[in-house]
């Protein structure tokens, strides 16, 4: 357990302006639990806050799938009722907004399975970022479960219409080379040399102006409708801001000088 993270289901890491958030529950295949889902917006508010994270990496533990969904054995206990139920549901949606309106680049790095609620976690994030031996799946209508709204609208937005009916209607599993030709997934790469990749395209973004890649990320979710996402007037607000700060001064010095920028974020 980390200073950032108030379960040990969920390790914490942050080098070189990227911030890990590792799921590690092997004991449950790496299935999210209430803890879980209850811990995830606090490390979220954390990691936004910190001038040293940049970028958020959301993935598994060494060895280990990027998340199987809920735990199940929570089903007959904490959501054996429609009061239990409902609070479960407010611990998910909580939890796909702190991912979803995170100020800071969020990358789902996937590998193994990605299922219910995982499937929710990576649909939340910016960019999905899959290893070839991944299976996508929403197994709602095997369990009798019915997703709220909200929930529903993310994986839809992710997933589009189409692909989003097929998955709930069929339970089935869709491969990640179907996941990757439908759009969900942004880069399909081989297993070998995953995690090494996901470093790079993180320090990538890291590398660049933060005030700029927030105030692309709220324009292109209010383009897309995504839920939660910023008004017209917020995002004209965060353009503004780019343009009267020291990093828009600092590009194009480095343009001119022909030289790598160095941003502060500010």
Not at 62 to 89: H, N, P
Not at 217 to 237: L, N, S, V
Not at 243 to 257: I, M, N, P, Y
Request: charged content about 25%.
């Amino acid at each position: 357990m980390t200073s950032l993270s108030p379960t040990s289901k969920i390790k914490v890491e942050v080098a070189d302006h990227v911030a890990r958030i590792l799921i590690d529950n092997a004991a449950r295949r790496n299935a999210f639990d209430y803890e879980m889902w209850r811990a995830l917006p606090k490390i979220m508010r954390a990691l936004d806050e910190r001038d040293d994270a940049r970028v958020i990496v959301l993935g598994a533990a060494q060895g280990l799938s990027f998340c199987s969904g809920a735990d199940i054995s929570e089903f007959s206990t904490l959501r054996a009722t429609a009061d239990g139920g409902r609070a479960y549901e407010e611990a998910n949606l909580a939890a796909f907004d702190a991912l979803a309106q995170a100020a800071k680049p969020t990358i789902a790095a996937i590998g193994g399975f990605c299922m219910g609620g995982g499937v929710g976690l990576a649909a939340s994030c910016d960019l999905r970022i899959a290893r070839e031996d991944s299976v996508f799946a929403i197994p709602a209508g095997r369990l009798g479960l019915g997703y709220p709204p909200k929930a529903m609208a993310y994986v839809t937005t992710a997933l589009g219409a189409q692909t989003a009916m097929e998955l709930f209607f069929t339970a089935r599993r869709l491969s990640a080379r179907e996941a990757f030709e439908r759009g969900f997934v942004a880069r399909l790469l081989p297993s070998e040399g995953f995690d090494e990749a996901i470093t790079a395209l993180a320090a990538m973004i890291a590398a660049n102006a933060p005030l700029t890649l927030r105030a692309a990320k709220a324009a292109i979710r209010a383009a897309i409708r995504a839920p939660g996402a910023p008004t017209g007037e917020d995002c004209a607000r965060l353009a503004a801001v780019c343009f009267d700060s020291a990093d828009f001064e600092e590009g194009r010095a480095a343009f001119l000088g022909k030289r790598e920028p160095k941003f502060s974020g500010r």
